[in-house]
C-alpha cells in the first residue's frame, strides 16, 4: 500500500484535527444532568470513594482507560523525535485500543529524558489510569522505567515495544517448531539486535524453554562476547564465550534467526548456513533483514515471519496489546505478569490452530488459510482475538494472584466482550478483501471530477478494481496535473471520440428500446450521455460494473442503466438498500432509495431482495416490518399494508425469520420485546434489517441517523438489476465511492461465477452466492 505524504497529512486535518475526542457517557442536556454531572451532584460519588478506594472503578472510566505515555525518544522509524512530533502515533495507539478492545485512552507526551523524573511523573498519574502503555522509549532508560513502574504502580504497565512483538513472535515460533518438529530447548538461536524488543523477545523465549547456551545475540558492534568491554549490564546477560566473532559464523546451523535491526543486514548465503527447516523472523519494519521474496528463494525449507502485512506471517503487536489489556483491565489486575504474558502467547498460538471463518479468509487475500508455515498466527482482523486473549489473560491474572476480581461466568464474559467491540462492524474490510482477489472493470460515468479520480487512483494502487474513466480527456488530464494523482496505464475514453462505438451501441439501444419510442438517431444520439454509454458497455461486457450518481440526481442517473441493462428477470424490481453502522453492529434499511409508495406485494420483493443482500454481506437477517403501530396496536392503511407484506412474505420465504409490523425503537430492543411482546419472533436478538413502509421513512431515517446520530452510512446498494450497477449519494465521499466500487466488484466476481443466472442467495432453489459461500 503507497502512503503519499500529502494524504496522510490531509488524513489528520480534515475535518477535526487529530484522530481522538473526548465524548460524554450520559445525557447533559438539562440543568439536572449537569447539576448530577458537576456540581452539586458530583460530590456524592467523591465521597463514596473518599470512603471506598474500590468504587473509583463504579463511578468514573477508569476501569476502562489506559494512559499511552511516551517522551518521543525513539519512535518507530523516526527515532528520538521528540514528544509533540510523537502525539500522532500516540494517539494512533488510542485508536487501535478502542477499535479492538473498546480501551478508551488518553495519550500523553512527557518532555522528560531523565527517568528518573519520568518515572515520578508516571507514577504521579496513576489515580487517573486503570493501566499504563508506556511506548516509543529508548533502551536502555526503558528497561528502568518499566521496571521502576512495575514495582511503584498498583495497575497494570507494560511497555508495548518490548513485550508486544515479543508475545505475538513467541506465539509464531512455537507453531514453527511444532511444524519442523523440533524441541525448543535444543534449538539454536541467533539474534540481530541488541534493543528493547530484541531483548524482551529473548528473555521470553527463555521463559518457553529456549536454553541460554543456545543464543547468540549480535548488535551494531558485533556478537556479544564476555570478552567485550561495551557492554552495560542488560546486554551482557546475553554475552557468550563460543567461538563466535561474526554474523554469518553464527548462523552456522542456526535452527531459528529473530531479527530486530536494519533492513537488509543478512543475506540468501546467511539462511543457506542454517539448520534445516530454519525459522526466520525477520522482523525489522518497515523493510526485514532480508526482502521476503529473496529469503524465500534462498531454499525450499525455509519458514518466514516478517513485520509486513503484504507478506504471510505478519508479526504485529495488534495482535496482542488491546486485549491483553482488555483481559487485565477487567479483572483489576495489579500488574501484567510473565504469566499473563506467556498465556496470551499460548492463547495466540492455540487459535491459528482452529478453522478460519470464512468472514476472516473473506478478508485476505488468501481465501484459504489454514494452519501452516504460512499461517503460524491469527490475522489481525480475526473477530476471536479478543475471546481468546483477553479470557486467557484474565484467568491467568486470577490464577496468578495479581486480580483484584475474579469472573465466574466465562460465557458472559464472551459476550461481553463482543458487544464492546460491535463483532460484526467489519463488513467492509471482508468486502474490500474479496475484491482484492480478483479485481473487475468499472466504469466511472463521472470522470471528469476530483473525487472520481482520487478514488479511481487509490481503487488501483490497492488492487480492488480496474478503473475505466469516462469524461473530457483533457478535463481529466487537468485534474490529474493538478492534483499529482497517479493513475498508471488507466483506461480513458471520451465519449465525443468514439464515433464507431456510439454509432455501435446506439444501434443496440434502438433495438432495444424501439417499442418504447426511442428512434435509431434519438438512440445514437444518447450514447452522448455518458450513463448511457457506461451502461452499454456493462451490458456488452467491455466493462463489468458501473458507478454514477457523483453529481447528478438519483431518479436521473439510475434511469439509462433500467433501459440499457434492466432488471432481474425474475424478481423484475430494483430496490435501495443501505447498510448504518454504530459502534456495536450493522443494520440494514431497505427501501431507501427507489420505490417511493410499494405495495404489499411489491414489499414483499423488496423483503426477498433484501434478505439475499444481507446474506451477501456475511449476516442472518432478522426483518422488522416497520411501522407506527405494534402488532395491530393502531389501525390504518399503513400498518396494514405491512401486515399484509409479512403475511405473503412468510408464505413466500418461510425460512426468514420475519415479524411486525412494529414501531423501530421496539424493533431494536429485545428487552422491549422480550418484555412486551415475547411472542415476537424478533423476540430473543432484535432486527437487524429494517423494512419501511415507504421511500420517505426510509430515506429521512438514514439520513438523520447519518447526520445527527453520527452512523456511518453505507450505500446506497441498489438491488435487483441484472449486472452490477451501483448509484452514488449525490455528492459520496472518496471513501464512500471505494466501499461503492469494492461492493460492485465483488457482484461482478459472482455474476461471472454464473453467466445468465441471477446472482441471488438462495431460500429454496436459488444458488448462495454470500461472500462466505463464494469462498467455499
Same mark, same amino acid.
Given at each position: 500500500?503507497?502512503?503519499?505524504?500529502?494524504?496522510?497529512?490531509?488524513?489528520?486535518?480534515?475535518?477535526?484535527?487529530?484522530?481522538?475526542?473526548?465524548?460524554?457517557?450520559?445525557?447533559?442536556?438539562?440543568?439536572?444532568?449537569?447539576?448530577?454531572?458537576?456540581?452539586?451532584?458530583?460530590?456524592?460519588?467523591?465521597?463514596?470513594?473518599?470512603?471506598?478506594?474500590?468504587?473509583?472503578? *463504579?463511578?468514573?472510566? $477508569?476501569?476502562?482507560?489506559?494512559?499511552?505515555?511516551?517522551?518521543?525518544?525513539?519512535?518507530?522509524?523516526?527515532? #528520538?523525535?521528540?514528544?509533540?512530533?510523537?502525539?500522532?502515533?500516540?494517539?494512533?495507539?488510542?485508536?487501535?485500543? *478502542?477499535?479492538?478492545?473498546?480501551?478508551?485512552?488518553?495519550?500523553?507526551?512527557?518532555?522528560?529524558?531523565?527517568?528518573?523524573?519520568?518515572? $515520578?511523573?508516571?507514577?504521579?498519574?496513576?489515580?487517573?489510569?486503570?493501566?499504563?502503555?508506556?511506548?516509543?522509549?529508548?533502551?536502555?532508560?526503558?528497561?528502568?522505567?518499566?521496571?521502576?513502574?512495575? $514495582?511503584?504502580?498498583?495497575?497494570?504497565?507494560?511497555?508495548?515495544?518490548?513485550?508486544?512483538?515479543?508475545?505475538?513472535?513467541?506465539?509464531?515460533?512455537? #507453531?514453527?517448531?511444532?511444524?519442523?518438529?523440533?524441541?525448543?530447548?535444543?534449538?539454536? +538461536?541467533?539474534?540481530?539486535?541488541?534493543?528493547?524488543?530484541?531483548?524482551?523477545?529473548?528473555?521470553?523465549?527463555? =521463559?518457553?524453554?529456549?536454553?541460554?547456551?543456545?543464543?547468540?545475540?549480535?548488535?551494531?558492534?558485533?556478537?556479544?562476547?564476555?570478552?567485550?568491554?561495551?557492554?552495560?549490564?542488560?546486554?551482557?546477560?546475553?554475552?557468550?564465550?563460543?567461538?563466535?566473532?561474526?554474523?554469518?559464523?553464527?548462523?552456522?546451523?542456526?535452527?531459528?534467526?529473530?531479527?530486530?535491526?536494519?533492513?537488509?543486514?543478512?543475506?540468501?548465503?546467511?539462511?543457506?548456513?542454517?539448520?534445516?527447516?530454519?525459522?526466520?523472523?525477520?522482523?525489522?519494519?518497515?523493510?526485514?533483514?532480508?526482502?521476503?521474496? +529473496?529469503?524465500?528463494?534462498?531454499?525450499?525449507?525455509?519458514?518466514?515471519?516478517?513485520?509486513?502485512?503484504?507478506?504471510?506471517?505478519?508479526?504485529?503487536?495488534?495482535?496482542?496489546?488491546?486485549?491483553?489489556?482488555?483481559? !487485565?483491565?477487567?479483572?483489576? =489486575?495489579?500488574?501484567?505478569?510473565?504469566?499473563?504474558?506467556?498465556?496470551?502467547?499460548? =492463547?495466540?498460538?492455540?487459535?491459528?490452530?482452529?478453522?478460519?471463518?470464512?468472514?476472516?479468509?473473506?478478508?485476505?487475500?488468501?481465501?484459504?488459510?489454514?494452519?501452516?508455515?504460512?499461517?503460524?498466527?491469527?490475522?489481525?482482523?480475526?473477530?476471536?482475538?479478543?475471546?481468546?486473549?483477553?479470557?486467557?489473560?484474565? &484467568?491467568?491474572?486470577?490464577?496468578?494472584?495479581?486480580?483484584?476480581?475474579?469472573?465466574?461466568?466465562?460465557?458472559?464474559?464472551?459476550?461481553?466482550?463482543?458487544?464492546?467491540?460491535?463483532?460484526?462492524?467489519?463488513?467492509?474490510?471482508?468486502?474490500?478483501?474479496?475484491?482484492?482477489?480478483?479485481?473487475?472493470? %468499472?466504469?466511472?460515468?463521472?470522470?471528469?471530477?476530483? &473525487?472520481?479520480? &482520487?478514488?479511481?487512483?487509490?481503487?488501483?494502487?490497492?488492487?480492488?478494481?480496474?478503473?475505466?474513466?469516462?469524461?473530457?480527456?483533457?478535463?481529466?488530464?487537468?485534474?490529474?496535473?493538478?492534483?499529482?494523482?497517479?493513475?498508471?496505464?488507466?483506461?480513458?475514453?471520451?465519449?465525443?471520440?468514439?464515433?464507431?462505438?456510439?454509432?455501435?451501441?446506439?444501434?443496440?439501444?434502438?433495438?432495444?428500446?424501439?417499442?418504447?419510442?426511442?428512434?435509431?438517431?434519438?438512440?445514437?444520439?444518447?450514447?452522448?450521455?455518458?450513463?448511457?454509454?457506461?451502461?452499454?458497455?456493462?451490458?456488452?461486457?467491455?466493462?463489468?460494473?458501473?458507478?454514477?450518481?457523483?453529481?447528478?440526481?438519483?431518479?436521473?442517473?439510475?434511469?439509462? !442503466?433500467?433501459?440499457?441493462?434492466?432488471?432481474?428477470?425474475?424478481?423484475?424490481?430494483?430496490?435501495?438498500?443501505?447498510?448504518?453502522?454504530?459502534?456495536?453492529?450493522?443494520?440494514?434499511?431497505?427501501?431507501?432509495?427507489?420505490? =417511493?409508495?410499494?405495495?404489499?406485494?411489491?414489499?414483499?420483493?423488496?423483503?426477498?431482495?433484501?434478505?439475499?443482500?444481507?446474506?451477501?454481506?456475511?449476516?442472518?437477517?432478522?426483518?422488522?416490518?416497520?411501522?407506527?403501530? #405494534?402488532?395491530?396496536?393502531?389501525?390504518?392503511?399503513?400498518?396494514? *399494508?405491512?401486515?399484509?407484506?409479512?403475511?405473503?412474505?412468510?408464505?413466500? /420465504?418461510?425460512?426468514?425469520?420475519?415479524?411486525?409490523?412494529?414501531?423501530?425503537?421496539?424493533?431494536?430492543?429485545?428487552?422491549?420485546?422480550?418484555?412486551?411482546?415475547?411472542?415476537?419472533?424478533?423476540?430473543? #436478538?432484535?432486527?437487524?434489517?429494517?423494512?419501511?413502509?415507504?421511500?420517505?421513512?426510509?430515506?429521512?431515517? /438514514? $439520513?438523520?441517523?447519518?447526520?445527527?446520530?453520527?452512523?456511518?452510512?453505507?450505500?446506497?446498494?441498489?438491488?435487483?438489476?441484472?449486472?452490477?450497477?451501483?448509484?452514488?449519494?449525490?455528492?459520496?465521499?472518496?471513501?464512500?465511492?471505494?466501499?461503492? %466500487?469494492?461492493?460492485?466488484?465483488?457482484?461482478?466476481?459472482?455474476?461471472?461465477?454464473?453467466?445468465?443466472?441471477?446472482?441471488?442467495?438462495?431460500?429454496?432453489?436459488?444458488?448462495?452466492?454470500?461472500?462466505?459461500?463464494?469462498?467455499?
Amino acid at each position: 500500500m503507497k502512503i503519499r505524504k500529502e494524504d496522510a497529512l490531509q488524513y489528520h486535518t480534515q475535518g477535526q484535527p487529530g484522530k481522538i475526542e473526548v465524548i460524554p457517557t450520559k445525557m447533559l442536556s438539562t440543568q439536572l444532568d449537569l447539576a448530577l454531572a458537576y456540581s452539586p451532584g458530583v460530590a456524592e460519588p467523591c465521597k463514596a470513594i473518599a470512603n471506598n478506594y474500590d468504587d473509583v472503578y *463504579k463511578y468514573t472510566a $477508569k476501569g476502562n482507560l489506559v494512559g499511552v505515555i511516551s517522551n518521543g525518544t525513539a519512535v518507530l522509524g523516526l527515532g #528520538n523525535i521528540g514528544p509533540d512530533a510523537s502525539k500522532p502515533v500516540m494517539e494512533g495507539k488510542g485508536v487501535l485500543f *478502542k477499535k479492538f478492545a473498546g480501551i478508551d485512552v488518553f495519550d500523553i507526551e512527557i518532555d522528560c529524558h531523565d527517568p528518573q523524573q519520568f518515572i $515520578k511523573i508516571v507514577k504521579s498519574l496513576e489515580p487517573t489510569f486503570g493501566g499504563i502503555n508506556l511506548e516509543d522509549i529508548k533502551a536502555p532508560e526503558c528497561f528502568l522505567i518499566e521496571q521502576e513502574l512495575k $514495582k511503584q504502580m498498583n495497575i497494570p504497565v507494560m511497555h508495548d515495544d518490548q513485550h508486544g512483538t515479543a508475545i505475538i513472535s513467541s506465539a509464531a515460533l512455537l #507453531n514453527a517448531l511444532e511444524l519442523v518438529k523440533k524441541k525448543i530447548g535444543d534449538i539454536r +538461536l541467533v539474534v540481530n539486535g541488541a534493543g528493547a524488543s530484541a531483548i524482551a523477545c529473548t528473555k521470553l523465549y527463555m =521463559a518457553l524453554g529456549v536454553q541460554k547456551k543456545n543464543i547468540i545475540m549480535n548488535d551494531i558492534n558485533g556478537i556479544l562476547r564476555n570478552d567485550r568491554q561495551d557492554l552495560d549490564e542488560i546486554r551482557r546477560q546475553f554475552a557468550t564465550d563460543l567461538p563466535v566473532y561474526t554474523l554469518e559464523e553464527a548462523m552456522m546451523n542456526a535452527d531459528v534467526f529473530l531479527g530486530l535491526s536494519a533492513a537488509n543486514v543478512i543475506t540468501q548465503e546467511h539462511l543457506r548456513r542454517m539448520a534445516p527447516n530454519p525459522i526466520v523472523f525477520a522482523l525489522a519494519n518497515p523493510d526485514p533483514e532480508i526482502a521476503y521474496e +529473496l529469503a524465500m528463494e534462498s531454499r525450499s525449507d525455509i519458514i518466514m515471519a516478517t513485520g509486513r502485512s503484504d507478506h504471510p506471517n505478519q508479526v504485529n503487536n495488534v495482535l496482542g496489546f488491546p486485549y491483553i489489556f482488555r483481559g !487485565a483491565l477487567d479483572v483489576r =489486575a495489579t500488574e501484567i505478569n510473565e504469566e499473563m504474558k506467556l498465556a496470551a502467547v499460548r =492463547a495466540i498460538a492455540t487459535l491459528a490452530k482452529e478453522p478460519v471463518p470464512e468472514l476472516v479468509n473473506n478478508a485476505y487475500e488468501n481465501n484459504a488459510l489454514v494452519f501452516g508455515r504460512e499461517y503460524l498466527i491469527p490475522k489481525p482482523l480475526d473477530p476471536r482475538l479478543i475471546t481468546t486473549i483477553s479470557p486467557a489473560v484474565a &484467568k491467568a491474572a486470577i490464577a496468578s494472584g495479581v486480580a483484584r476480581i475474579t469472573i465466574s461466568d466465562w460465557e458472559q464474559y464472551h459476550q461481553e466482550l463482543e458487544r464492546r467491540v460491535g463483532i460484526d462492524q467489519k463488513i467492509m474490510t471482508r468486502v474490500i478483501g474479496r475484491a482484492r482477489q480478483n479485481p473487475q472493470r %468499472v466504469v466511472f460515468a463521472e470522470a471528469d471530477t476530483y &473525487k472520481i479520480l &482520487k478514488a479511481a487512483q487509490i481503487l488501483q494502487e490497492e488492487n480492488i478494481a480496474i478503473p475505466i474513466l469516462l469524461g473530457n480527456r483533457e478535463r481529466i488530464g487537468q485534474i490529474i496535473r493538478e492534483n499529482h494523482l497517479e493513475l498508471v496505464d488507466c483506461e480513458i475514453i471520451d465519449v465525443y471520440e468514439e464515433e464507431e462505438r456510439t454509432e455501435r451501441y446506439g444501434n443496440l439501444l434502438y433495438e432495444k428500446r424501439k417499442r418504447k419510442g426511442i428512434t435509431c438517431s434519438e438512440g445514437k444520439k444518447m450514447m452522448q450521455d455518458r450513463n448511457y454509454f457506461g451502461a452499454m458497455m456493462v451490458e456488452l461486457g467491455e466493462a463489468d460494473a458501473l458507478i454514477s450518481g457523483l453529481t447528478k440526481d438519483y431518479a436521473k442517473t439510475i434511469k439509462p !442503466a433500467l433501459q440499457v441493462i434492466g432488471v432481474d428477470r425474475i424478481v423484475n424490481r430494483v430496490a435501495g438498500m443501505y447498510i448504518i453502522t454504530n459502534k456495536k453492529q450493522s443494520y440494514f434499511f431497505a427501501d431507501t432509495t427507489v420505490n =417511493a409508495n410499494p405495495t404489499a406485494d411489491e414489499l414483499v420483493d423488496i423483503i426477498g431482495l433484501t434478505a439475499e443482500k444481507v446474506r451477501f454481506f456475511d449476516a442472518e437477517p432478522r426483518i422488522a416490518m416497520l411501522s407506527y403501530s #405494534n402488532f395491530g396496536s393502531n389501525k390504518g392503511e399503513l400498518p396494514e *399494508k405491512m401486515i399484509s407484506a409479512l403475511q405473503k412474505a412468510k408464505a413466500k /420465504y418461510p425460512d426468514l425469520i420475519i415479524d411486525g409490523e412494529v414501531q423501530a425503537n421496539i424493533a431494536l430492543s429485545p428487552r422491549l420485546l422480550k418484555e412486551n411482546y415475547p411472542f415476537s419472533e424478533l423476540a430473543e #436478538n432484535g432486527a437487524n434489517t429494517l423494512i419501511f413502509p415507504d421511500l420517505a421513512s426510509g430515506n429521512i431515517a /438514514y $439520513k438523520l441517523l447519518q447526520e445527527i446520530g453520527g452512523a456511518e452510512a453505507i450505500g446506497p446498494i441498489l438491488m435487483g438489476m441484472r449486472k452490477p450497477v451501483h448509484v452514488l449519494q449525490l455528492g459520496s465521499s472518496i471513501r464512500e465511492i471505494i466501499n461503492m %466500487v469494492a461492493i460492485a466488484v465483488v457482484e461482478a466476481q459472482i455474476h461471472k461465477s454464473s453467466p445468465g443466472e441471477p446472482a441471488r442467495r438462495k431460500t429454496e432453489t436459488q444458488p448462495d452466492t454470500s461472500l462466505q459461500a463464494w469462498t467455499k
